[in-house]
């Protein structure tokens, strides 16, 4: 850290539960349909109305806790946080607080190889609000649209102990986070659409310090990249700030991603005091060991405990082993691949380099591959052709570039293109003939000791049968009849 300061960051993180209705009512939580179509008198906040616990939401949460090293608490209970907001119509949030759903996790993380716990001090439930759109001419706050169809989707809250130190760690607790809500189907993890959200807490104090300076807080970043900036600006901010002998002030900042800097949105004097109490329509929140065990059993491997096993069980590299297990969808096409083929190291090869390259190409989501035109059956196929010398390697890229543009079988695409791989001795020995027959000059020089140009006759040779002779043979050959 520059200066001889040391940063302490916090994370905040709310993701939106995978379910198909809301937290307290049926209503859709689907995305982008019409504005206030998924609206109802319970999330709209009409009188009268009595909220209904969504089981799923409480289950993915239980999910959520768990994936994240937390312990469930037996029992939790649900508090309103009031505060005034347009697109807040009840007046306040269903929310957890003093006692919420789980506590005590950690997220282990990884920068520049060393490995660290960041601990996780609760995860609460909570409904999302609503929407407000600010939009007009000539400024654009002129007009205030609202859109209820998110209030009262579930949320779960993730929040961190200050354990962060750097800009570094806290993208890669962020990635992690995401991958493993990803991984036990909890959270969608897109940012753009705000399903994940993260509030950064940020302070500084010198290097051997105990005591923790003042933070700030950051909202509106809404992708991993800001942040990382956001961090960092605030960081130096703050030095700035303690270096010109001022006061860091405790406030919630926004990130402003156009100009790359944050600035001052409230100051702790403004801050809001929720008033939370208990919500006096909800009973407390009571998970029994038996249920929560049930969860744990459906949970399938986390992102880390897969990495290792491949390394362990397929002999990968730890690099290769990380790509591979970032998504589920990834992962299992691999391992399915690998089982099939019996060949994993190739299995890893070929859906790291043209796959990869592929889905890339196509903006394919490494969460969703059942749509890939390539299924697992078929690379493996492919692999095996290779390993018994049906194509060669080079051929097996083309069928490879052929399965992802038809989605047709290997043994298909070899037949119709006619790929199949030229070992015939006798076939090979009249093309090597013919080649050096139509090449006598350089087969001269060859013969005269200059065997630089040996590589220009296989090459010949390859052009001669569209790249399918094996290329073993056809050493051999050529090496006999040029001597010869
Ligand atoms: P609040 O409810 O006001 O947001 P919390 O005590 O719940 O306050 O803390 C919120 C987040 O701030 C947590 O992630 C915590 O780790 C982090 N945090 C607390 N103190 C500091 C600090 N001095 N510097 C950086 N982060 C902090
Ligand atoms: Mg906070
Ligand atoms: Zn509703």
Same mark, same amino acid.
């Given at each position: 850290?520059?200066?001889?300061?040391?940063?302490?960051?916090? +994370?905040?993180?709310?993701?939106?539960?995978?379910?198909?209705?809301?937290?307290?009512?049926?209503?859709?939580?689907?995305?982008?349909?019409?504005?206030?179509?998924?609206?109802?008198?319970?999330?709209?906040?009409?009188?009268?109305?009595?909220?209904?616990?969504?089981?799923?939401?409480?289950? +993915?949460?239980?999910?959520?806790?768990?994936?994240?090293?937390?312990?469930?608490?037996?029992?939790?209970?649900?508090?309103?946080?009031?505060?005034?907001?347009?697109?807040?119509?009840?007046?306040?949030?269903?929310?957890?607080?003093?006692?919420?759903?789980?506590?005590?996790?950690?997220?282990?993380?990884?920068?520049?190889?060393?490995?660290?716990?960041?601990?996780?001090?609760?995860?609460?439930?909570?409904?999302?609000?609503?929407?407000?759109?600010?939009?007009?001419?000539?400024?654009?706050?002129?007009?205030?649209?609202?859109?209820?169809?998110?209030?009262?989707?579930?949320?779960?809250?993730?929040?961190?102990?200050?354990?962060?130190?750097?800009?570094?760690?806290?993208?890669?607790?962020?990635?992690?986070?995401?991958?493993? +809500?990803?991984?036990?189907?909890?959270?969608?993890?897109?940012?753009?659409?705000?399903?994940?959200?993260?509030?950064?807490?940020?302070?500084?104090?010198?290097?051997?310090?105990?005591?923790?300076?003042?933070?700030?807080?950051?909202?509106?970043?809404?992708?991993?990249?800001?942040?990382?900036?956001?961090?960092?600006?605030?960081?130096?901010?703050?030095?700035?700030?303690?270096?010109?002998?001022?006061?860091?002030?405790?406030?919630?900042?926004?990130?402003?991603?156009?100009?790359?800097?944050?600035?001052?949105?409230?100051?702790?004097?403004?801050?809001?005091?929720?008033?939370?109490?208990?919500?006096?329509?909800?009973?407390?929140?009571?998970?029994?060991?038996?249920?929560?065990?049930?969860?744990?059993?459906?949970?399938?491997?986390?992102?880390?405990?897969?990495?290792?096993?491949?390394?362990?069980?397929?002999?990968?590299?730890?690099?290769?082993?990380?790509?591979?297990?970032?998504?589920?969808?990834?992962?299992?096409?691999?391992?399915? @691949?690998?089982?099939?083929?019996?060949?994993?190291?190739?299995?890893?090869?070929?859906?790291?380099?043209?796959?990869?390259?592929?889905?890339?190409?196509?903006? @394919?989501?490494?969460?969703?591959?059942?749509?890939?035109?390539?299924?697992?059956?078929?690379?493996?196929?492919?692999?095996?052709?290779?390993?018994?010398?049906?194509?060669?390697?080079?051929?097996?890229?083309?069928?490879?570039?052929?399965?992802?543009?038809?989605?047709?079988?290997?043994?298909?695409?070899?037949?119709?293109?006619?790929?199949?791989?030229?070992?015939?001795?006798?076939?090979?020995?009249?093309?090597?003939?013919?080649?050096?027959?139509?090449?006598?000059?350089?087969?001269?020089?060859?013969?005269?000791?200059?065997?630089?140009?040996?590589?220009?006759?296989?090459?010949?040779?390859?052009?001669? @049968?569209?790249?399918?002779?094996?290329?073993?043979?056809?050493?051999?050959?050529?090496?006999?009849?040029?001597?010869?």
């Amino acid at each position: 850290m520059t200066r001889n300061y040391e940063a302490v960051i916090g +994370l905040e993180c709310h993701a939106q539960l995978l379910t198909n209705s809301k937290l307290f009512c049926s209503c859709s939580t689907k995305f982008g349909d019409a504005p206030n179509m998924n609206t109802c008198p319970v999330c709209l906040g009409l009188p009268g109305a009595l909220p209904v616990l969504n089981r799923v939401a409480v289950a +993915l949460a239980v999910r959520a806790a768990l994936g994240l090293n937390c312990r469930v608490n037996a029992e939790s209970q649900w508090a309103r946080k009031n505060y005034f907001y347009p697109d807040l119509p009840k007046g306040y949030q269903i929310s957890q607080y003093d006692r919420p759903l789980a506590q005590h996790g950690f997220i282990e993380i990884s920068v520049e190889g060393i490995i660290k716990k960041i601990g996780i001090q609760r995860i609460h439930m909570e409904e999302d609000a609503g929407k407000s759109l600010h939009e007009g001419f000539p400024d654009s706050s002129r007009y205030t649209y609202l859109d209820f169809n998110r209030s009262g989707v579930p949320l779960i809250e993730i929040v961190s102990e200050p354990d962060i130190r750097s800009s570094a760690e806290a993208h890669d607790y962020l990635r992690r986070l995401k991958e493993i +809500l990803e991984y036990i189907d909890v959270n969608d993890g897109n940012m753009e659409e705000g399903s994940l959200r993260c509030d950064a807490n940020v302070s500084v104090r010198k290097v051997g310090e105990q005591k923790f300076g003042t933070r700030t807080e950051l909202k509106n970043i809404n992708s991993f990249r800001f942040v990382q900036k956001a961090i960092d600006f605030e960081i130096k901010r703050q030095i700035d700030v303690l270096e010109a002998g001022r006061r860091v002030v405790q406030e919630t900042r926004l990130w402003n991603a156009d100009e790359e800097r944050t600035v001052s949105m409230r100051s702790k004097e403004e801050a809001h005091d929720y008033r939370y109490f208990p919500d006096p329509d909800l009973p407390l929140l009571a998970l029994d060991p038996e249920s929560i065990k049930q969860v744990a059993h459906s949970m399938p491997e986390l992102p880390e405990a897969r990495r290792k096993r491949f390394v362990q069980e397929y002999a990968l590299s730890e690099y290769d082993a990380g790509v591979l297990a970032t998504t589920r969808a990834l992962a299992e096409f691999f391992e399915e @691949t690998a089982k099939l083929s019996g060949q994993p190291k190739s299995a890893a090869n070929w859906i790291m380099g043209d796959l990869l390259r592929f889905y890339k190409d196509r903006n @394919t989501d490494l969460k969703d591959l059942s749509t890939s035109p390539v299924k697992p059956k078929m690379l493996a196929d492919m692999i095996s052709l290779v390993e018994k010398r049906t194509i060669s390697g080079k051929i097996a890229k083309m069928v490879m570039e052929e399965m992802c543009l038809t989605a047709k079988a290997p043994q298909a695409i070899i037949e119709e293109k006619g790929l199949l791989q030229i070992s015939n001795i006798d076939e090979i020995e009249k093309i090597v003939s013919r080649v050096i027959e139509e090449n006598p000059k350089p087969a001269e020089q060859y013969r005269q000791g200059k065997t630089g140009n040996f590589g220009f006759f296989v090459g010949q040779v390859m052009k001669a @049968t569209g790249g399918r002779a094996n290329p073993q043979t056809v050493n051999e050959v050529l090496k006999k009849r040029l001597a010869g």
